[in-house]
């Protein structure tokens, strides 16, 4: 894989049932418009127990269904449909609702753009999330750039989000709006229809997030707390929205995230519990939550010690709630009962107490998914569950699971909509041994007898985990001539609270022994890679451990440090997380915080260091590179520094596609300068 060829990397999320149809929606890359394009596209399904598709999918082709520039957050009801989309790379998406088998109108022309909706189940209304500018901020007054908008008066904690700014003077608030058709009208056959007026049903402190109606239509939110504060509170609330306002629903210590009514009384949702306060979030795995109304309890359904689930809303079918666990290098899908008492995952093995029978379902909790795809998406068919996933040749297709178990694929989207499919490196599986059990890990060799020059390459979080998925990072460097060597140290997640948890109050040790640990072992294994050309690098917690590991070690060729947390100190009064995160990991102790710094003992590094960051960067702060990099000039290291205008902390994920390739070209010349000789 080239560095251009990200625009063969097509990737797909947000599986729909409609009827005999199952819809999903395309995600690529443009470089040429520097931009991204989503559009749905859909297939035949036949809504039975059994698949009947074949393995390549032979019930029905795949056909384009949405002609956006950006089409998103697709909903189909009974009767109607609605979606949001952005007509150009610069335009903000907008509400577009039609009947089913009629166009959709648009709805909204909210200037900051739409993030979500829901219809109300009376089919009268919807009601839709969109950011409300502060006058005079934002291109509210034409007359005023952003750079003379007034001053910013904060009181908050938390002022600032990465990949947004400041958020207190533009809000996301909650709007409903009339899906009343107004019929042909004069106006309307001219083409200048006006927008049915939209009515503002929150003015809370926080964001709002999360719309969502019970079946007789009760209407809740997830936001946080009623004021802001100059403390901390991570906590973020369910409430109900009624004619009087807001009101909050009772969750304790419990945070909710995505949610869905499961009656008028029990709500479930995922979510984290904060054990020891209200910041206390380190490997705090999210789990399924009821919380009851009638009783004001809120039970966890999932054990909080071995089940992390992804944040993606549960379906509930059947008396079980399907959702996605994080397990292990993988995320796989699960059927969890919602009356079984708690279900706990046991040498790989979903357990649970005897059920209670509140529901009436004998269903047990299993994993549905091999552990070989990486589930991001999931709907029910009929009988069948629906999944988008990644795998290790593709970054997202479509599958079916059918009643029996029985999977099917049913897309080829890698090879389909390309003009030439990438050619991928297939990892290999790598462990070693730690205190706490086996460090799991992959190799990614070149093709070619080598010897390869290695790079040893480190996520972030730490509370993250890399898979076995497609990545494009891994198949630019074994393109270019690389052996990469990547691993999941405690500290990751996947592997429960306690392996999770191992780094807080230690933030480099632990997993420094692991990832040194899985190198040497693939070293040992493959005589193919070159021992004595070795290169590494990370990306924020992954960019720190490389600076820490830098400091400690001198095996190291060259290295790359990008978008790191480098100044714990520092990091505290900048970053958009830094009033809790620094706290919880690093600690308060001065000496026990330097000691974890990789600003300590900075002059120790003397390998050639490229550096790496955004300048936009709200989460790792661009001052964070520039003490680093000015402490390696003043140390004598040899090192450079990469800044990307106008990026976000999420550059090599999400950041402009020109950005992506340039960062990769980087990447590579810095490789062939120091590991090539």
């Known amino acids: 894989m080239k560095p251009a060829d990200i625009t063969s990397l097509i990737s797909c999320a947000e599986p729909v049932s409609a009827g005999e149809r199952i819809l999903c929606q395309l995600t690529r890359p443009d470089v040429e418009a520097n931009s991204y394009r989503f559009q749905y596209v859909a297939r035949q399904l036949p809504v039975t127990g059994t698949n009947t598709a074949g393995a390549t999918g032979t019930a029905g082709e795949w056909t384009r269904l949405s002609h956006g520039w950006n089409d998103s957050a697709l909903t189909i009801t009974d009767d109607s449909f609605g ?8 335009e903000s998406p907008q509400l577009y609702i039609g009947a ?4 959709a109108r648009r709805l909204t022309d909210a200037p900051l753009g739409v993030s979500g909706f829901a219809f109300d189940p009376s089919g009268q209304r919807a009601v839709y999330l969109a950011r409300t500018p502060e006058e005079g901020r934002y291109g509210t007054d034409e007359d005023i750039s952003a750079d003379a908008e007034a001053p910013r008066h904060i009181t908050a904690a938390s002022y600032l989000s990465d990949g947004l700014g400041y958020g207190g003077d533009r809000l996301t608030q909650l709007f409903s709006v009339d899906l009343t058709d107004p019929g042909m ?15 503002q049903l929150t003015e809370h402190a926080e964001d709002v997030s999360d719309p969502q109606f019970s079946p007789a239509g009760q209407l809740s939110v997830v936001a946080g707390l009623e004021q802001p504060t100059g403390d901390v509170d991570l906590r973020s609330h369910l409430w109900l929205i009624t004619d009087d306002g807001m009101e909050r629903i009772d969750l304790g210590m419990h945070s909710a995230h995505a949610h869905v009514w499961l009656d008028e009384d029990r709500i479930a949702f ?29 039970t966890r359904i999932t054990c909080d010690e071995t089940i992390e689930l992804e944040g993606i809303r549960p379906v509930i079918a059947d008396g079980c709630a399907y959702v996605v666990l994080t397990v292990d290098g993988s995320q796989r899908a699960a059927r969890i009962p919602l009356d079984a008492g708690t279900v706990t995952l046991t040498d790989g093995e979903l357990t649970c107490a005897e059920a209670t029978g ?6 047990a909790p299993a994993l549905l998914s091999p552990p070989e795809l990486v589930v991001t998406g999931l709907c029910r068919h009929g009988e069948q569950l629906i999944v988008t996933a990644a795998t290790v040749t593709s970054p997202g297709e479509i599958f079916a699971i059918d009643a029996a178990g029985g999977l099917t694929q049913l897309s080829d989207f890698a090879t389909q909509f390309v003009d030439e499919p990438l050619a991928v490196t297939t990892p290999q599986a790598v462990s070693a041994t730690t205190p706490l059990g086996d460090v799991h890990g992959w190799v990614a060799i070149p093709e070619g007898e080598g010897p390869f020059p290695v790079v040893l390459n480190i996520h972030g979080g730490p509370f993250s985990q890399y898979t076995e998925a497609l990545f494009d990072e891994t198949q630019v460097l074994t393109g270019g001539g690389y052996a990469v060597v990547y691993a999941n140290p405690r500290g990751s997640n996947g592997r429960g609270r306690a392996w999770g948890q191992a780094v807080q109050g230690d933030m480099a040790a632990p997993a420094h022994a692991d990832v040194l640990a899985i190198l040497d072992a693939a070293l040992a294994a493959h005589p193919q890679l070159d021992g004595s050309r070795l290169g590494i690098q990370g990306g924020s917690y992954g960019g720190y451990l490389t600076a820490m590991i830098l400091n400690a070690e001198d095996r190291f060729a060259a290295g790359i440090v990008e978008r790191g947390y480098l100044d714990p100190t520092t990091f505290i009064g900048t970053s958009d997380i830094g009033r809790f995160f620094s706290e919880e990991y690093s600690g308060r102790d001065p000496e026990r915080i330097a000691a974890q710094s990789p600003m300590t003992d900075i002059e120790k590094n003397t390998t050639p260091t490229l550096v790496i960051h955004s300048e936009r960067d709200f989460r790792c702060p661009l001052e964070q590179a520039q003490r680093y990099y000015a402490a390696l000039q003043r140390a004598g290291t040899h090192t450079e520094l990469l800044i990307f205008p106008g990026e976000s902390h999420g550059l090599s994920r999400t950041g402009q596609p020109r950005h992506r390739v340039q960062r990769f070209e980087h990447m590579l010349t810095w490789w062939s300068t120091h590991l090539r000789t």
Do not use: Y
């Not at 979606?83 to 610069?90: E, I, S, Y």
């Open 83 to 90: 979606f949001l989309r952005a007509v150009g790379p610069k």
């Open 100 to 103: 089913t088998g009629a166009e």
């Open 185 to 199: 009208t004069a106006e309307s056959l001219l083409g200048s229809e006006t927008l049915p007026e939209s009515v």
């Open 270 to 298: 995922i979510g984290i519990e904060h054990r020891a306060s209200v910041i206390d979030f380190v490997a705090a795995l999210p789990g399924l939550f009821i919380h009851d109304r009638s009783t004001g309890q809120t």
């Open 358 to 363: 509140t529901s009436g379902t004998e269903s």
